[in-house]
């Protein structure tokens, strides 16, 4: 994922004050209401900069032109395929952080979408208020997924049974469980290492272990291995 590159200011009295880092955002969905709502919305966060909306026939790199943090890519798209621009997105050199949009739950797409690294799901019925907060989330390297959503992609993205995601967390020492516990609540990697008082080189490296151990590619699935083992699980909060 891309580093957040600038600051915007806003000027009081005369002067400009900083107002932190800006997450740059690409918005790509073939519904103008959906891409000009979520425009609307994360634009009004002073930290959120919508960099490009696309409705889906643009080029992998006209998408990503604006060198977004995070793309908000729609699954499904009468042109061309969401799987093909998340697949294209994910073999760059240093990929944003890709939230898959679905208007369905059962959406037969997600399980695919999982397996080529998006990093969360959203139903487009989603709490607007809580759009942006889940754009900083991804934009620090965390997950996201609709509670509505979850059953399905556990169910179709894992084929193991419950007893062989159960063997897969037994392997994991008992730091790097803690670091999984973390990770599935939707923390970054700055954000675990504060709580576990650890450096952010010493998470980096548990995370992955944890992957390699648990044979996934991506924190979020990850996250759902040990759903699947029935360990509890929050991700990054979102109530429908």
Do not use: W
Not at 95 to 118: E, K, W, Y
Not at 134 to 151: D, E, F, M, N, T
Not at 171 to 197: D, K
Not at 218 to 239: I, P
């Amino acid at each position: 994922m891309g580093a957040v590159r600038r600051s915007r200011c806003n000027s009081g009295d005369g002067a400009s004050r900083e107002r932190g880092p800006v997450i740059r955002v690409a918005i790509v969905d073939d519904e103008a209401l959906v891409r000009s709502g979520f425009r609307l919305i994360l634009s009004a966060a002073p930290d959120l900069e919508v960099v490009g909306t696309f409705d889906g026939s643009e080029t992998t790199d006209a998408i990503v032109g604006g060198k977004p943090d995070v793309v908000l890519l729609d699954i499904r798209m009468r042109g061309r395929s969401g799987l093909d621009i998340l697949h294209d997105i994910r073999e760059m050199p240093t990929p944003p952080a890709v939230a898959v949009l679905t208007t369905f739950a059962s959406d037969d797409h997600i399980a695919r979408a999982l397996g080529d690294g998006a990093a969360g799901f959203l139903v487009k019925d989603t709490d607007p208020e809580q759009l942006p907060t889940l754009v900083r989330s991804l934009a620090a390297g965390g997950i996201v997924l609709s509670p509505s959503i979850s059953r399905t992609v556990i169910d179709g993205y894992l084929g193991a049974g419950d007893r062989a995601a159960s063997r897969l967390i037994e392997a994991l020492t008992e730091r790097e469980r803690q670091v999984l516990a973390r990770l599935v609540a939707g923390e970054s990697n700055r954000e675990i290492g504060s709580t576990l008082h650890l450096s952010v080189g010493t998470i980096k490296d548990h995370v992955s272990a944890i992957l390699r151990k648990l044979g996934v590619a991506t924190r979020l699935q990850a996250a759902l291995v040990s759903e699947r083992a029935g360990l509890t699980t929050s991700f990054s909060a979102v109530d429908r």
